[in-house]
């Protein structure tokens, strides 16, 4: 019987570290490698849980930091964990708290204890220690919880980073004393900013703690692509071949393929949503703007290709005049669109990473010359 949390590996590319795999959950496999959609607030914006099942979506997040102020993780607890409490049977995964730390620069104090921090809603502090940040997620219930860490600016100098990782692992010994739930996988994250070194130091010492799965933190905090393919490059070797590998808050084409190609498994980004929600259409690696003037007489699928409930129903002059009627359901039409086209991408490699195809048919994305602007 396959254990609740096991990796399996079923297919690996002859030319790189990309892998082919299948990640067990108690709430179902996810096969990898996967884009997962972002649902913050214990949703993906503006898409309800029966639409994101035909987007291809498996995993979903949750934000630890964000529930905890609304509405709390008692409530969901109450209500039988956040999968009931959101209507989403999937796996399901919560960050820690840790870049939302990153993300309150102004209005927090970190120390060795924890991280103090007034509430951007009422302005009262709120103290998120590791115990703290693990006892809110083991209430919450989701099947993957992340280590509390500390996420540094870019950039940061190489004692200043030095000395963040030695905290974080610190805190990931601290968060795994008070982890309490044998059925939630509590995933380690290695930071050390753009220092090989510290990466790789950090990535054998985490490697050591034989943890359920590892996640590559501290990226796309205002670092150029370039160096967010070096630190992946430079950290992924060193993670436990046989667990999966997790590259937190990356999501573009380029940044996904070439992080496949060292090694990891699954990715998560609010790009999707975010885009929709300002009129963006991910179609073909392009970011098309639909309130441009040149949609309103096309009559054409937004992606002709894709199978998605928007393309398969609906014109781009219709969501056009959806999105200058400020009609909200142009955001769920273009999100629901946006994330079958990000899962898509990743199932595609997938299925080329089986059929032994993974560099002839992703070059575009794997050569230094590939655009890095269009996810």
Same mark, same amino acid.
């Given at each position: ?22 990640? +067990?959950?108690? +709430? ?40 905890? !102020? ?10 039988? /964990? ?13 960050? &820690?708290? *840790? ?19 007034? &509430? ?20 919450? *219930? ?7 860490? #500390? ?7 190489? #004692? ?27 995933? /380690? ?16 010492? $985490?490697?050591? !703690? ?14 150029? @692509?370039? !160096? ?8 992924? @070797? ?12 990356? /999501? ?14 699954? =990715? ?13 259409? $991910?179609?073909?690696? #392009?970011?098309?703007? $639909? ?15 894709? @199978? ?12 056009? +005049?959806? !999105? ?6 142009? =955001? ?8 079958? #086209?990000?899962?898509? =991408? ?8 089986? /059929? ?5 048919? =992703? ?13």
């Amino acid at each position: 019987m396959t254990p609740p949390f096991a990796f399996e590996c079923q297919a690996r590319c002859r030319h790189t570290q990309a892998r082919a795999g299948v990640f +067990h959950t108690p +709430h179902g496999p996810v096969e990898t490698p996967r884009f997962m959609p972002v649902g913050t607030l214990a949703n993906v914006k503006t898409v309800t849980p029966d639409q994101l099942v035909t987007t291809g979506a498996q995993m979903v997040l949750a934000n630890t930091y964000h529930l905890h !102020l609304q509405p709390g993780e008692e409530i969901v607890a109450e209500a039988g /964990g956040l999968h009931r409490f959101m209507g989403w049977q999937g796996p399901m995964l919560t960050d &820690s708290g *840790g870049f939302q730390v990153f993300s309150l620069s102004q209005i927090r104090t970190i120390t060795e204890a924890g991280v103090v921090f007034k &509430s951007p809603r009422d302005g009262h502090l709120i103290t998120l220690h590791p115990e703290t940040s693990i006892q809110i997620q083991n209430a919450l *219930g989701a099947d993957v919880i992340m280590a509390f860490d #500390e996420c540094p600016p870019y950039p940061s100098s190489q #004692e200043a980073m030095q000395a963040s990782t030695d905290r974080t692992w610190r805190w990931l010994l601290r968060c795994m004393a008070a982890h309490q739930r044998q059925d939630q996988a509590l995933f /380690g994250i290695v930071q050390g900013g753009i220092y090989p070194e510290i990466r790789r130091q950090a990535a054998l010492q $985490l490697a050591q !703690l034989d943890l359920p799965g590892y996640a590559i933190g501290g990226v796309s905090v205002g670092e150029p @692509p370039e !160096l967010i393919e070096a630190i992946v490059k430079a950290t992924a @070797p060193y993670l436990p071949d046989h667990k999966p590998r997790y590259l937190m808050g990356v /999501g573009t084409y380029r940044e996904m393929t070439q992080a496949i190609a060292a090694g990891v498994d699954l =990715f998560d980004c609010v790009i999707p949503t975010r885009l929709a929600r300002h009129g963006a259409a $991910l179609v073909g690696g #392009e970011r098309w703007n $639909l309130k441009n003037s040149r949609f309103r007489r096309d009559h054409r699928p937004l992606d002709a290709a894709c @199978p998605c409930y928007t393309c398969q129903q609906f014109s781009r002059a219709y969501l056009c +005049h959806l !999105l200058h009627s400020k009609e909200m359901l142009a =955001f769920t039409l273009i999100s629901i669109h946006n994330i079958t #086209e990000l899962v898509g =991408f990743t199932q595609r490699i997938r299925r080329a990473i089986l /059929g032994d195809r993974f560099t002839e048919e =992703f070059a575009t994305w794997l050569t230094p010359e590939a655009a890095s602007d269009p996810p």
